[in-house]
């Protein structure tokens, strides 16, 4: 599985399984934003951090532990979490296909790019996301488009579904912890699925 954020603290968290978290900094993903908790942890990993400054680098900030002092710690907990919601927003690289205004030999080039597999593809009553994990993009269909130019949605599914493709159409998935990530942005919950599943990804190409 892969992450979208770090925290490091020795005490126990109730945060969603889509943050990693460890005791120990070196177990870190370094190019994920990454959360220190406990001032204590901070100043034996940077004994120069200045404790009027909560960011250490670009890509990591702390903050104190509960015991340290509650009304801070939760405080930035909450701004960590909205500042991740922004990073995974931005990994989601959002193309729109569009099926109507298409050429037949578009969209038979598009089902074939898809059909190459590693693709985490997520649907709704509206709109179908697909994320491609080599080329890190997300692209939305949408389902009344296909059906107005009357292409059999469950057939078209159905044919997508090769090659080591993901396909799920609900979010069963995502703890109940991590659904504020998504809210209306459903977007992300493709990417979402493909973090969940990365191990399967890896043995086809994936790093």
């Known amino acids: 599985m892969k992450y979208i954020a770090n925290i490091v603290t020795k005490n126990k968290i109730q945060i969603s399984e889509f943050y990693n978290v460890v005791d120990d900094i070196n177990l870190i993903d370094n190019s994920l934003p990454t959360l220190i908790i406990g001032w204590g942890i901070v100043k034996d990993i940077f004994p120069n951090q200045n404790i009027l400054f909560k960011n250490i680098t670009d890509n990591i900030e702390w903050t104190f532990s509960k015991r340290e002092k509650r009304y801070q710690y939760e405080k930035d907990i909450n701004m960590f979490i909205k500042k991740t919601i922004c990073f995974l927003e931005n990994n989601v690289n959002y193309h729109f296909f569009n099926f109507i205004l298409s050429s037949e030999i578009k969209r038979n080039n598009f089902i074939k790019y898809v059909q190459k597999g590693n693709c985490s593809i997520y649907y709704n009553s509206k709109f179908l996301y697909i994320y491609n994990c080599i080329d890190k ?71």
């Not at 998504?182 to 979402?192: F, P, Q, V």
């Open 137 to 207: 993009i997300t692209i939305g269909i949408s389902l009344r488009d296909l059906f107005y130019i009357g292409i059999n949605i469950k057939n078209f599914i159905i044919d997508l579904n090769k090659n080591n493709n993901i396909i799920i159409n609900n979010i069963d998935f995502i703890d109940n912890d991590a659904l504020f990530l998504i809210k209306d942005n459903t977007k992300s919950i493709a990417y979402l699925n493909y973090l969940k599943n990365s191990d399967i990804y890896k043995k086809n190409g994936d790093d």
